[in-house]
């Protein structure tokens, strides 16, 4: 297989990534949580860099550290997860600006950590992002009540003798793998964009959550592929040419929903949908609009 088949093959793989965890992201208002998270692995992906090691290990191995960090630094009375957000973003993206600037020789590779290329993508880049598509769609078929649930009512979910926690870590875990596997292809800056754009578009465009994963996977597949098509049509980098074909499609969702009549509250449809998801009966006269 070709370096372009490969990164066609790679595009898809996030497209599809896109409609799970990007929409759990949208969902749960959790796409600054995704950008410290992708800024923050770059002194992971360095230290490994510098020992000569995988990359895509050394940022996972952080990843996962950052997320326990945050889960810790989110439960301090009197803080909140976007503050525990930005203390990670800072810390870990400061780490990682110096600890490439105390090893110049390191050129290319820590650049790409940033930056990304998906004409750069190897098989085992594409079989690392296959896995993880799959496990986390068997996390989130597992956990899907629990996470709705608390997405949705959190006060409800708490009162119902719930603790919120293992729903965090688990929501926590899947953006971060998430974000890490996407890096090859788009790198930290992109790589939120990729996961989180097509998710965006398809709120725009639907209420109803059981819509949200298929929509946002088929805007996400479609976005990567066509974006690549570009990027050798015109001879334009690869990664950001992916980067504004997602941004063009979401401010095309955007032009689409206000030209079409409004259906009820988004919100109120939201948690129809959620609470159809959950298998919860809808209550008579319930539906928006």
């Not at 050394?58 to 889960?71: H, K």
């Not at 993508?121 to 009540?145: C, E, N, W």
């Amino acid at each position: 297989m070709n370096y372009f088949a490969l990164a066609a093959v790679e595009l898809i793989l996030l497209g599809l990534l896109s409609g799970l965890a990007g929409t759990l992201i949208v969902l749960r208002r959790r796409s600054f949580f995704a950008v410290a998270l992708s800024h923050a692995t770059f002194p992971g992906g360095v230290v490994f860099a510098v020992l000569g090691w995988n990359l895509l290990l050394g940022q996972a191995l952080f990843a996962l550290l950052l997320v326990l960090v945050m889960t810790l630094l989110s439960r301090i009375p009197g803080q909140g997860r976007q503050v525990a957000s930005g203390v990670v973003l800072s810390l870990g993206f400061a780490l990682g600006t110096l600890l490439s600037s105390l090893n110049p020789g390191l050129g290319v590779p820590v650049e790409a950590l940033l930056v990304g290329s998906p004409l750069g993508v190897t098989a085992s880049d594409v079989g690392v992002t296959a896995v993880v598509l799959v496990l986390v769609a068997g996390v989130l078929a597992a956990a899907r009540r629990p996470i709705l649930f608390h997405t949705f009512d959190p006060v409800g979910f708490a009162a119902a003798g719930f603790r919120a926690w293992p729903v965090e870590l688990v929501v926590s875990g899947v953006v971060a793998a998430s974000v890490v596997v996407a890096m090859p292809a788009v790198g930290a800056i992109l790589g939120v964009a990729v996961l989180i754009g097509p998710a965006a578009a398809a709120r725009a465009l639907t209420s109803r959550i059981e819509w949200l994963p298929p929509i946002a996977a088929g805007i996400g597949v479609a976005g990567g592929l066509v974006g690549l098509w570009a990027s050798r049509e015109f001879g334009i980098a690869a990664g950001g040419s992916v980067g504004l074909v997602m941004t063009a499609m979401f401010l095309v969702a955007l032009a689409i929903r206000a030209l079409l009549p409004r259906r009820g509250a988004g919100r109120s449809g939201a948690a129809v949908g959620a609470a159809s998801a959950m298998g919860v009966p809808e209550a008579p006269g319930s539906h928006p609009g």
